[in-house]
């Protein structure tokens, strides 16, 4: 079956403009916060991840966590799934979670709890989207690219059903083709 592609919600130079722009506050923000750490979340940051890492003019390492919320497209799971933990010792230094989107917030919501385990000097966060209307819970989000409608969103390092990460803009799921997977 052939399916239309996703209709554009974020071109590509509108998030390439925005990854500017935050990368440029953060930058500001930590330049005497060190050491910093971005703790990328898998899979659906990689590609934010990677673009505003390299953006940034401060000294910064990368650690990567997975966690699984949604595994059968757009319904949550239920509880959010630990796959793997950051590698590094994270303990005093100052830690900026990088997602790709915020929707109910449980994920952000646990992630901030695992990372305060692990005694760093600060957490923050920073999302590329937010679906403010679905919120379930409260969570502080300190760096937001985007706010967005309560639409299913793919591209850019998002999935449905691990469908269409490498879309190279943000694009709307169509309701018919949330069906098939
Ligand atoms: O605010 P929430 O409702 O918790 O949803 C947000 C989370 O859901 C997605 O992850 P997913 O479980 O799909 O894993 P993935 O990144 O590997 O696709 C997304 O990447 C966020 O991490
Ligand atoms: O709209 C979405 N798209 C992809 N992954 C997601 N995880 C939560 N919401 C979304
Ligand atoms: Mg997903």
Redesign the pocket.
Known sequence: MNTLPPEVMLSEAQIASRVNELAAEISKDYADKTPLVLVG?????FIFLADLARRLTIPRTIEFI??????NGSQ??GA?RLLMDVRGNIEGKHVLII????????????LIGMMRSHGPASVRTCTLLH?AE?A?VDVPIDYTGFSIADEWVVGY???YA?RD?TLPYIGIVRPEDRATS
Do not use: F, Q
Not at 66 to 71: D, F, G, I, N, P
């Open positions: 979340v898998l899979k659906g940051s997975a966690v699984s919320s949604y595994e949550r799971s959010v997602e790709d989107i915020v929707d109910t917030g449980h994920t952000l919501d646990y679906k679905r379930e390092g998002l999935d691990e990460r």
